[in-house]
């Protein structure tokens, strides 16, 4: 197990990753933040909890009153928020209360909010399970939900008192799953662990099979990248941004496919493509940094092809003829394990990444024969 300690202007906790931590929780929790209290609730899915409720239940005492948030982007709205302070309120919340968010990002993000507004604030802790939550989403205290008018629109910077992630519970988890959280991995590497990204060309086959030992070094150094980050700027008001590689396309993919074609990791994915695609152009790496870094990207694939108009990206990055004068910020690699943020990215400078991205994206069989 490792231990990965997060120290911000507005909390210090510690992240734990490793394999068998379900079955030990309650005693790892009471170690981590003190003595549990009177209620404790747990915030899941209903197929999560199918999944692992035995394993979970197993070192508490008594069973916390558990919480179900049905699985899906379409969940993860004010309505839902609403329905679970109310069922806390009625099953006897108060505010020395603890929550516990059990799931992916999605369970985290709404568990999270949840417990920054319930009484003003309580404590709670994450238990992620997708690859995803626990190597970016658990940590760094974004919490929030989606409006119709867009994604993560309300929220609020709310830690959590300790994250465990156990890797164990990445067993269930859809190959598809895996693939598209390790892409969070692949950028973290790129960003800033030129040795992680070493370690996941070396282990790819490793990684893929789940190897326990293999997975925890792949989580802890992403874990520690985010928590170094986030050490140092809390609020993104400066180095956070760097997190972003990849996300400013990739948002606008998931916008412009409905949030239904492509998981968030594949768009992510795919907005690196783009963005290794300006960062050669620019200079800021060689074309064999971007061919070997391209290369990982697809090995952890396969990406899912798009067929999404150029024109829709473009507006869905701003960086349409509307926003001509707007600044189109990017974060782009310089090298392996750094990078930096621009805000001068031109129109067509955007519009030349997409189309070369969307090139690389069409059916298997029409792509050029690197992706
Ligand atoms: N707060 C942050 O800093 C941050 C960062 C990145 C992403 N996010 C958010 O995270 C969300 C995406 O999270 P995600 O990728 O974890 O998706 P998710 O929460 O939708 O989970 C994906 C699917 O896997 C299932 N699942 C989860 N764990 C499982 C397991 N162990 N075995 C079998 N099935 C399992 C879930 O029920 C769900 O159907 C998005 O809403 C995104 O906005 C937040």
Same mark, same amino acid.
């Given at each position: 197990?490792?231990?990965?300690?997060?120290?911000?202007?507005?909390?210090?906790?510690?992240?734990?990753?490793?394999?068998?931590?379900? @079955?030990?929780?309650?005693?790892?929790?009471?170690?981590?933040?003190?003595?549990?209290?009177?209620?404790?609730?747990?915030?899941?899915?209903?197929?999560?909890?199918?999944?692992?409720?035995?394993?979970?239940?197993?070192?508490?005492?008594?069973?916390?009153?558990?919480?179900?948030?049905?699985?899906?982007?379409?969940?993860?709205?004010?309505?839902?928020?609403?329905?679970?302070?109310?069922?806390?309120?009625?099953?006897?919340?108060?505010?020395?209360?603890?929550?516990?968010?059990?799931?992916?990002?999605?369970?985290?993000?709404?568990?999270?909010?949840?417990?920054?507004?319930?009484?003003?604030?309580?404590?709670?802790?994450?238990?992620?399970?997708?690859?995803?939550?626990?190597?970016?989403?658990?940590?760094?205290?974004?919490?929030?939900?989606?409006? #119709?008018?867009?994604?993560?629109?309300?929220?609020?910077?709310?830690? !959590?008192?300790?994250?465990?992630?156990?890797?164990?519970?990445?067993?269930?988890?859809?190959?598809?799953?895996?693939?598209?959280?390790? /892409?969070?991995?692949?950028?973290?590497?790129?960003?800033?662990?030129?040795?992680?990204?070493?370690?996941?060309?070396?282990?790819?086959?490793?990684?893929?099979?789940?190897? !326990?030992?293999?997975?925890?070094?792949?989580?802890?150094?992403?874990?520690? /990248?985010?928590?170094?980050?986030?050490?140092?700027?809390?609020?993104?008001?400066?180095?956070?941004?760097?997190?972003?590689?990849?996300?400013?396309?990739?948002?606008?993919?998931?916008?412009?496919?409905?949030?239904?074609?492509?998981?968030?990791?594949?768009?992510?994915?795919?907005? /690196?493509?783009?963005?290794?695609?300006?960062?050669?152009?620019?200079?800021?790496?060689?074309?064999?940094?971007?061919?070997?870094?391209?290369?990982?990207?697809?090995?952890?694939?396969?990406?899912?092809?798009?067929?999404?108009? #150029?024109?829709?990206?473009?507006?869905? @990055?701003?960086?349409?003829?509307?926003?001509?004068?707007?600044?189109?910020?990017?974060?782009?690699?310089?090298?392996?394990?750094?990078?930096?943020?621009?805000?001068?990215?031109?129109?067509?400078?955007?519009?030349?990444?997409?189309?070369?991205?969307?090139?690389?994206?069409?059916?298997?069989?029409?792509?050029?024969?690197?992706?």
């Amino acid at each position: 197990m490792q231990t990965i300690h997060v120290a911000t202007p507005s909390a210090r906790y510690d992240v734990f990753a490793g394999s068998g931590l379900l @079955t030990s929780l309650a005693p790892r929790m009471q170690k981590a933040i003190g003595r549990l209290p009177r209620r404790v609730f747990v915030v899941t899915s209903p197929e999560i909890w199918a999944l692992w409720a035995e394993r979970f239940l197993e070192s508490f005492p008594e069973p916390p009153v558990t919480l179900f948030l049905e699985p899906g982007e379409k969940h993860k709205t004010v309505a839902s928020v609403e329905k679970l302070l109310r069922q806390m309120v009625r099953a006897g919340g108060d505010r020395g209360s603890l929550l516990i968010a059990f799931g992916g990002g999605i369970v985290g993000d709404v568990g999270g909010f949840v417990a920054s507004t319930f009484m003003r604030g309580i404590r709670y802790v994450q238990v992620p399970t997708t690859f995803l939550s626990q190597v970016d989403s658990s940590v760094g205290g974004k919490t929030g939900v989606n409006l #119709p008018e867009g994604k993560n629109l309300v929220g609020a910077f709310h830690h !959590p008192s300790a994250v465990f992630a156990d890797i164990g519970v990445l067993a269930t988890l859809p190959e598809r799953e895996l693939r598209a959280g390790l /892409m969070e991995s692949v950028k973290a590497g790129i960003i800033r662990d030129r040795a992680l990204v070493r370690f996941m060309e070396e282990k790819a086959d490793a990684i893929l099979r789940r190897d !326990p030992a293999a997975l925890e070094k792949v989580i802890a150094a992403s874990i520690r /990248m985010k928590a170094q980050v986030v050490n140092k700027d809390e609020r993104e008001s400066g180095l956070r941004m760097i997190l972003n590689f990849g996300h400013t396309i990739g948002h606008a993919l998931e916008q412009a496919t409905g949030y239904k074609a492509i998981l968030h990791g594949e768009a992510v994915a795919w907005g /690196m493509i783009a963005a290794l695609f300006l960062a050669r152009k620019r200079g800021t790496i060689t074309a064999g940094q971007q061919e070997r870094l391209e290369k990982l990207i697809y090995h952890y694939g396969p990406l899912p092809a798009l067929s999404v108009r #150029p024109a829709r990206v473009l507006a869905a @990055t701003g960086g349409d003829k509307k926003n001509v004068g707007g600044v189109r910020r990017f974060v782009l690699p310089v090298g392996i394990g750094d990078a930096g943020v621009v805000e001068d990215v031109t129109v067509p400078e955007i519009q030349a990444a997409t189309t070369y991205m969307l090139g690389h994206a069409k059916p298997r069989g029409k792509r050029p024969p690197s992706s």
